[in-house]
């Protein structure tokens, strides 16, 4: 069965392509659940409708899907708390230059 | 989503149709500088009424900075505005008369041919009036207005003021029906269009942009509003002005200007503050395009004061106003904006669909970066000193500026076409 672990480090391959940081290392997700082959995966965006904000979505729904048991992937977007930059990690600030 | 907060491209219009635009201007400002270093005696002598230093202006104006404005409206009013761009078609149409347009007007005013200028102006204006019915048929179908939404509206509205007066001095030019009015209608059209038509599109897609690319938050927009609104408020009063309503409306008009570009100053001092990441060529050049707009308000004001510096003709201190409202303010603004704007387009047509699905290149890796940083070094001496040879009615130092403005415009010209042509690039992870 799939862990949690294995979803995050699943994860680190959507990248935001202006910057070139994945999703994890953006501070984008808010929660990861796994129950029975299927995944929700709660995640947050920088501002409300951010401009590939459905591709995102799919890129999530693509990488986990393509996990060894995951049958089913759910992914919500969530507002609140609202996304700020100190949920950048701290690789994430030294590649930004921080 | 960090690169376009608030942008759902999923309305804007194929990445082809924006890009056209845009290369088309990068063009264009390589070979406004290019002219200026050759052959732009009458600008550094002040002469602003000269054929040539006309033929300059509408380079900038029209070639450059409109075409580039126009082209980014096309993707940035639909992804700004939530709403979907009412015909592609009609945006790919509006190009050819537009560039064919200005291309024919700036030749006619080069060659000295009068007919040449009114059929290209009456061409470039109908490709605007093309965009503009496109845009209007567009922001019919906005739900929510933003501020900034607002301000690009109300940019539009100025647009189609410019051209008005444009197609006005167009049939004065051909039939002399303005007479000795001429002079003054020339300054209301310039005045609609650069603190109207440019500034207030500036400002309104600079307060969206600014802070997305320097990954910006916690910054107070509550100006914004305001500072759209003196802008609009301030080029109506200097175009009343300068058709006959007075110096009093002229300089109330030039002070809402200058405390427009003031409080944008210092808002956007305030989002690089706060910025998350290191300083991009986009935030420096953006920064020097608002202080370059800063110091044209403030030299415009101390001319309209009748507080010229000494031993400088009233001619020279007008052209230097020009030289660094359109030099400064907005190229330096828009060179930035390019830098990012066309890579992203690139990427989203060339990648979109592929990404997370198979290893695709960054957007960053389109291009090679050094050209933006040198584009930055370049392009701001090269202003500030062409304003300087200006004031100092130098020639030679305005060639020699110009000469370090045209590597500038090069830098950028060859980060747009590294992107548009596509660079080698390694593809990345996953997506």
């Known amino acids: 069965m799939v862990t949690e672990a294995e979803v995050r480090q699943a994860l680190r391959g959507v990248f935001d392509p202006e910057l070139g940081l994945d999703v994890v290392d953006l501070g984008l997700i808010y929660g990861i659940a796994v129950e029975d082959g299927a995944v929700r995966v709660d995640m947050t965006l920088t501002t409300r409708g951010c401009p590939l904000h459905e591709a995102m979505a799919d890129w999530v729904r693509e990488a986990v899907g393509r996990l060894d048991g995951v049958e089913r992937v759910d992914v919500r977007l969530v507002w609140d708390p609202p996304w700020t930059p100190e949920r950048l990690s701290e690789a994430a600030r030294r590649e930004l230059g921080l | ?431």
């Open chain 2, 1 to 431: 989503m960090i690169g376009l907060p608030g942008l759902d491209t999923r309305r804007a219009p194929s990445p082809a149709l924006p890009l056209r635009f845009l290369a088309t201007g990068a063009g264009a400002f390589v070979l406004l500088q290019a002219f200026l270093a050759v052959r732009g005696g009458s600008v550094f002598t002040g002469r602003y009424l000269d054929w040539a230093t006309v033929g300059a202006v509408h380079l900038a104006t029209l070639g450059w900075i409109t075409m580039v404005m126009v082209g980014a409206a096309y993707q940035l009013i639909p992804v700004l505005l939530q709403v979907g761009l009412f015909s592609e078609r009609l945006g790919r149409l509006s190009y050819w008369p537009l560039a064919a347009g200005a291309a024919g007007m700036v030749a006619g005013f080069w060659s000295r041919r009068i007919g040449l200028v009114v059929a290209g102006g009456f061409l470039a204006a109908f490709g605007l009036a093309l965009f503009l019915y496109n845009a209007v048929q567009t922001l019919r179908g906005v739900r929510a207005w933003t501020p900034g939404g607002r301000a690009l509206g109300a940019a539009l509205a100025f647009l189609l003021l410019t051209a008005a007066w444009g197609v006005l001095l167009l049939v004065g030019l051909h039939h002399g029906a303005l007479g000795g009015a001429f002079p003054r209608h020339l300054a209301a059209h310039a005045v609609l269009g650069v603190a109207g038509w440019v500034s207030l599109t500036i400002v309104g897609v600079g307060y969206r942009l600014l802070p997305m690319f320097a990954l910006s938050h916690g910054h107070s927009l509550r100006r914004q509003g305001w500072t759209a609104l003196a802008l609009g408020l301030g080029a109506a009063g200097g175009a009343a002005g300068a058709l006959g309503a007075g110096r009093g409306a002229a300089g109330l008009g030039a002070a809402l200007v200058a405390c427009a570009l003031a409080a944008f100053c210092l808002d956007t001092a305030a989002i690089l503050r706060r910025r998350r990441r290191r300083l991009e060529p986009v935030s420096l050049l953006s920064a020097a395009g608002v202080a370059c707009g800063g110091a044209a308000a403030a030299l415009a004001g101390l001319g309209v004061a009748g507080w010229l510096p000494p031993g400088v003709p009233a001619g020279r201190v007008v052209t230097a106003v020009a030289y660094l409202a359109l030099g400064g303010w907005a190229s330096l603004m828009i060179a930035g904006q390019l830098l990012k704007i066309v890579p992203f387009l690139v990427w989203l047509g060339r990648y979109g669909e592929r990404a997370g699905r198979e290893p695709v290149p960054l957007v960053r890796d389109l291009y090679d970066p050094r050209l933006g940083t040198w584009a930055f070094r370049l392009l701001l001496p090269g202003t500030l000193g062409g304003a300087g040879a200006v004031l100092a009615g130098s020639p030679a130092a305005g060639a020699l500026f110009s000469g370090v403005n045209l590597a500038g415009a090069l830098a950028l010209a060859a980060a747009v076409g590294q992107a548009v042509l596509g660079r080698r690039s390694p593809p990345r992870g996953p997506g």
